[in-house]
Structure formats: C-alpha cells, structure tokens
C-alpha cells in the first residue's frame, strides 16, 4: 500500500455513498488531491470536523487507482469555523477556493506558489471576520478586498497580471484613463476599445493595492475605488481565467 502525507487545505467536499464524503484538497506538495474521507459524515468520525471546507491539515494518505484515501488527519488551522459562521466570508473563500480549483493544475501556473497564495487567502478571510485585536492595529482587509486580491494575484500567477500603468496594448507611458479587461488592463485613448470603464485614478491605484497586497493602502482607499475596482477586478478575472483555463482544456485533448 503506497501511502503518502501533505499538508492541504480543503476547498470543497462531495456526499458519497452513505456516510462518506469526496474531499477536494489543494496541497503544498502534491497539488490537487481528491481523496475520499470515509466515516467523516458519521456524528462520531475520527476526523470530527479537520475535514470541512476551508480546514487546513497534515494529512495522511493511501494511493488508490482513481481516488486516494484520507486515513489520518492532524489540523494545522481551523480557518473553516469563522469562515463559514459568516456568510461573506463563505463567499468570498468559494470564490477563492473555485479559481484555486481551476487553476490547479494549470500547466504554466506554479503550483507551490498558488497553495502558498491560497492558503494566505483563506488565513486572511478567517482574520477578517474576527474580532478586532485590541493590541494590534493593523488593517484587516474585508472580504471581498482580500478575494479580490486573491484573484489578481493568481492570474498574475498564471501570467495575467492587469497592466495599471503603461498601456496594456502599445505600452505607451501611463497613467490613462481606460481599462478594458479583455485588452488587459489600463489602455491609451487610441488603444482604447469601444465600452472600456473609465476608472479614476483611486481606482486604478486601489488595483494596484490589491494586487500587491498592500493592507494598509486597500484600506485607506475611497468607498467609491473599492465598489470600482471590485467591478473590475472581478470582470478582468472572469475573462483571463477562462484564457487560462483554456490552455488546460487544450492539453487534455
Ligand atoms: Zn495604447
């Protein structure tokens, strides 16, 4: 019996059969594993609740011919319980954990940099809905800031990084006032295809912001930049996660 171990987190799980589940996990090491957890809908499982969505564990596996099975698993973070005791956490960690899902395994994106990003993401919707620390007084970024992060950065991963400065069509020098998704960012006035947004200038920074992950900038930006860049961000994903994706339907022919 050939067994193995990882650490992985939990993106999403199927019923199967009477009391088991299907469990889709995203791991370090490993990339995508579906593995079947057995007994885990049992109110007295082994695994209590170290294998619901968003927990992150080491675990422990044997290969099988078309799944592996989950035979022991220790949790490393429990970032499951305030995610889905909030309803815009659970979103926006759906949203993560489906573009994580789709990306993985992408050919041409780095799979131990995007479990890295994953689990940052998901660690971060855990932090947002938590009470304030009253030591610290760093940002915390809402939800929906910290899954629009998440989907820049990983189409950035997958080489789908917006332009926000330059013209993303003939690279003439920025900053412009256009964004057009599908022409990959920022555009000049001569570039410019016909129904670009007309950003401001807060806007395209707050993108930046989220595509950098810096906090303290996402933060401090304008309500009117977070409800823009949200729109565009999540436009600009939609469009380049399909061109992403599509390299991988090609490679499956
Ligand atoms: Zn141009």
């Not at 990882?6 to 199927?14: E, F």
């Not at 970032?79 to 489906?98: K, Q, R």
């Not at 994903?237 to 994706?245: G, K, N, Q, S």
């Amino acid at each position: 019996m050939v067994t193995f171990r990882d650490a992985g987190i939990v993106l999403r799980t199927h019923k199967l059969a009477e009391a088991d589940r299907i469990i889709t996990l995203l791991t370090r090491d490993h990339g995508k594993v579906r593995a079947v957890a057995k007994g885990v809908r049992r109110p007295k499982s082994r695994f209590g609740g170290r294998l619901e969505p968003f927990m992150y564990a080491d675990l422990q596996f044997y290969e099988g011919r078309s799944l592996d099975t989950v035979t022991q698993a220790v949790t490393l973070a429990a970032y499951g319980g305030p995610i889905t005791a909030s309803y815009p956490a659970f979103t926006a960690a759906n949203a993560v954990a489906e573009v994580a899902d789709k990306l993985s395994p992408v050919e041409h994106v780095p799979a131990r940099l995007l479990f890295r990003l994953t689990v940052g993401a998901v660690a971060a919707l855990a932090r947002s809905v938590a009470p304030p620390d009253p030591e610290g007084n760093a940002p915390t970024p809402g939800p929906g800031s910290v899954a629009d992060s998440y989907l820049l950065r990983a189409l950035a991963l997958a080489g789908y990084a917006p332009a926000l400065t330059d013209c993303a069509r003939c690279g003439a020098q920025g900053p412009h006032r256009a964004f057009s998704p599908a022409a990959g960012g920022v555009v000049c006035q001569r570039c410019r295809p016909p129904g670009s947004a007309a950003p401001t200038g807060a806007t395209v920074a707050l993108l930046g912001a989220l595509l950098e992950g810096d906090w303290p900038a996402v933060a401090a930006a304008p309500p009117q930049a977070a409800a823009e860049s949200a729109g565009l961000a999540r436009s600009f994903a939609e469009f380049h996660l399909e061109r992403a994706i599509g390299s991988l339907r090609l490679m499956d022919r």
